[in-house]
């Protein structure tokens, strides 16, 4: 298979092009500065501009573009970074499926579509929610649907906090849990979606081949609270996790962000599991003793 992969330079595009290759497949990265190798396309998103050879004989497009959202604090002009670092890219990407004929877009997405779920469990049949990120998620996908309305078959990946020894979640918060300083966040009941950048990787691939459209929650099988996670991430590295940050320092510290980070999502994997997808880390537990292994 001959895959296109855009935002193949973050933590999950990297992993992802080496799993592919390992596949045996063939692929083509989008980079936005000239290209340094046969295996680079150069495309300019803002522009609207894409190298014309791009999706010459592509069986598939992976689109994994976005800005952190979880970096800094949220401004009006780090929103619109959010949003344009999301939406551009896809918009491009889309129109150039639909132009090119290619039969499948794998569109990445995030389990912020659905805000706040409460404590019971929900899967991708649980509406859209609200607040910003409900709204960036939202008009994300949309950005998608000229690849849809052609006929291609496009997967939304919404993926949660991604577990890895490399970076995302872990690695603001491992120099912390390090020093025993590790907390839970608020009353720390709140469900919080992960999955483990392996069985991330491996359901995007799975999504690749299997016949599977519309929205998928990339989210691990065994929903944890953060308390549930705090104690699980003192464990795997061997230091006591018993502070609490308070809702109050959350909110001086994050403002807007705060909300996002106190939400509850008691979230499943139901299209993927209904599909026949085998994760490799079934608990929180396991995916963090991995991460942490030496």
């Known amino acids: 298979m001959r895959v296109v992969v855009a935002g193949s330079s ?124 409900a709204e960036l998620c939202t008009r994300w996908e949309a950005a998608a649907e000229p690849a849809k309305a052609a006929g291609a078959r496009v997967a939304l990946a919404r993926t949660a906090q991604v577990l890895s020894r490399h970076g995302g979640l872990l690695g603001p918060l491992r120099p912390l849990f390090a020093l025993g300083l590790g907390g839970k966040l608020g009353g720390g009941k709140q469900y919080m979606p992960w999955i483990h950048l392996d069985d991330e990787v491996d359901a995007l691939a799975f999504l690749l081949r299997e ?23 003192g464990r795997a590295k061997n230091r006591p996790a018993l502070l609490t940050v308070p809702k109050v320092a959350l909110q001086v510290a994050l403002g807007e962000l705060a909300g996002e980070v106190l939400r509850s999502q008691h979230l499943v994997p139901k299209v993927l599991q209904d599909n026949g997808f085998r994760f490799q880390y079934d608990s929180v537990q396991d995916a963090l003793a991995a991460t942490e292994a030496r």
Request: glycine share 12%; proline share 9%.
């Open 10 to 133: 973050g933590l999950i595009g990297t992993a992802l092009v080496a799993k592919l290759r390992r596949d045996g497949d063939e692929v083509v990265r989008l980079v936005r500065r000239p290209p340094q190798g046969p295996d680079e396309r150069q495309w300019d998103p803002p522009a609207g501009k894409l190298a014309e050879d791009a999706l010459d004989g592509v069986h598939a497009v992976v689109n994994l573009c976005g800005a952190g959202v979880a970096d800094r604090r949220w401004s009006q002009a780090r929103k619109q970074v959010l949003l344009d670092s999301r939406i551009e890219p896809t918009e491009v990407l889309a129109a150039a499926v639909a132009q090119h004929g290619v039969p499948v877009l794998v569109n990445g997405s995030a389990v912020g579509y659905y805000g706040d779920t409460g404590p019971g469990p929900a899967d991708e049949t649980q509406p859209r929610g609200a607040g910003f990120l």
């Open 211 to 233: 016949d599977i459209s519309g929205p998928v929650n990339l989210v691990g099988p065994s929903p944890a609270t953060n308390a549930e996670f705090t104690r699980a991430f």
